[in-house]
Structures are given as C-alpha cells and as structure tokens.
C-alpha cells in the first residue's frame, strides 16, 4: 500500500495563534518540535515517534466524544502519571475513568483544549 501515516491533522479555530501555543506548551506537540528520539525538529512540522495509530470512524451518535465535535484527537503518551500532574498544576481539567483502561489496551486519560476539543492520552500497555 502507498499510504504510510497520518502526515496531519487541520482543524479550524477561532484563535489559531493562541491555540497552537497551548499545544507547544502543554503538551509538547506542533511545528518546531520532536518527540524524544524522533529526529531533528522541522519549522512546518512536529517530528513524531513511530507507533500505533488508531484511524476509526465512530457512529454519528456516539457518546465516547461531544456531540458537537467532528473529531477527538487521540495523542500517544509515556509517563502519563508525570504528563497529568503538569497539567494538574497548569490548571487543565483532567478526566479519568477506570472503564476506559485495561491491560490489553492501556490506560487513558481525558482533557480539553481551550476552544473545548477533546484530546485522549494513550499511555500503551507496557512491553
């Protein structure tokens, strides 16, 4: 098959500025930035780990995201305990729930950006 990965995600925003440097800073993703051991950081791109990607379209009437929402991003993450805390502390609402984890798929976590998308941290089972 041609296709190799996701090679974006657009998404429109009221304050496109301001919300690209929430994502900097919070969470570390956006133009100008790599993920640890993912090469040379790039002006136009984020440089990311290779890794699972789960592409799944979702029934119009799903409730696991906001109705009024297109998409929710889904970030893989390590040390997500540590990434919850720094969000803690930056004031960021954080959601978790029991029956979104488990040992085949690992444990998962819940925020939102400031113009209210949601984004899903995926800390992978361990090895």
Same mark, same amino acid.
């Given at each position: 098959?041609? *296709?190799?990965?996701?090679?974006?995600?657009?998404?429109?925003?009221?304050?496109?500025?301001?919300?690209?440097?929430?994502?900097?800073?919070?969470?570390?993703?956006?133009?100008?930035?790599?993920?640890?051991d993912?090469?040379?950081?790039?002006?136009?791109?984020?440089?990311?780990?290779?890794?699972?990607? *789960?592409?799944?379209?979702?029934?119009?009437?799903?409730?696991?995201?906001?109705?009024d929402?297109?998409?929710m991003l889904?970030?893989? *993450?390590?040390?997500?305990d540590?990434?919850?805390?720094?969000?803690?502390?930056?004031?960021?609402?954080?959601?978790?729930?029991?029956?979104?984890?488990?040992?085949?798929?690992?444990?998962?976590?819940?925020?939102?950006?400031?113009?209210?998308?949601?984004?899903?941290?995926?800390?992978?089972?361990p090895?």
């Amino acid at each position: 098959m041609p *296709v190799q990965g996701i090679g974006g995600l657009f998404f429109r925003a009221t304050d496109p500025e301001a919300l690209g440097e929430w994502y900097r800073e919070h969470l570390g993703v956006g133009a100008g930035l790599a993920a640890e051991d993912a090469g040379e950081a790039r002006e136009w791109c984020w440089m990311a780990q290779g890794g699972p990607v *789960v592409f799944a379209p979702f029934k119009a009437d799903t409730d696991y995201f906001a109705a009024d929402k297109a998409f929710m991003l889904n970030l893989r *993450v390590t040390a997500l305990d540590e990434m919850l805390e720094r969000l803690n502390a930056a004031g960021i609402a954080i959601e978790t729930r029991e029956e979104w984890d488990s040992p085949e798929a690992g444990r998962f976590a819940r925020i939102h950006d400031p113009e209210g998308n949601a984004i899903e941290l995926w800390e992978l089972p361990p090895q």
